[in-house]
């Protein structure tokens, strides 16, 4: 870990080794491409089992389903995805979500550009003062 980056939490290592099957590792990486896309940010287990990643605000979480890997991102409905990575949450004004199948892979330049503008959102201040009046 560099200067900036926050120790990993023990709460949340447990609620990604407890994912069933691939999810479990691909929940590792995807919880150090957070890491890689913004070293303050730090980590938490909220609503039982569920691993939050913040900085000055909610960035992101995640949750192991039946079939897939949901990473839901907390700024998601302002952030730009050139790479097309978002895959459902169109209808929310501000989160959308990524759902991570086995067979499909992350494209994590993309995820990590994607993480890292959530950041500097929420340090601007975040949604509610970057969307546009309506």
């Known amino acids: 870990m560099g200067e900036d980056a926050q120790p990993r939490h023990p ?4 609620s990604i ?15 150090e491409l957070v890491h890689e896309a913004e070293p303050e940010i730090t980590e938490e287990v909220r609503y039982g089992n569920r691993p939050y990643f913040l900085y000055l605000g909610v960035v992101c ?3 192991a389903t039946k079939d897939h890997l949901s990473v839901f991102l907390y700024e998601g409905g302002i952030a730009p ?8 949450g ?5 989160g959308r979500t990524i759902k991570l199948h086995h067979e499909r892979a ?21 949604w509610r003062r970057l969307k546009p009046a309506g």
Request: hydrophobic share 45%; glycine share 10%; aromatic share 8%.
């Open 17 to 31: 080794d407890a994912f069933p099957g691939w999810q479990a590792a691909l929940g590792r990486r995807v919880r």
């Open 11 to 14: 709460r949340v290592t447990e």
């Open 106 to 126: 992350l494209d994590e330049a993309a995820f990590v550009e994607l993480i890292r503008w959530i950041a500097a959102t929420n340090r601007s201040g975040g």
């Open 61 to 63: 979480a995640m949750q």
């Open 81 to 88: 995805d050139p790479h097309g990575i978002i895959t459902d």
């Open 90 to 94: 169109f209808g929310n004004a501000t």
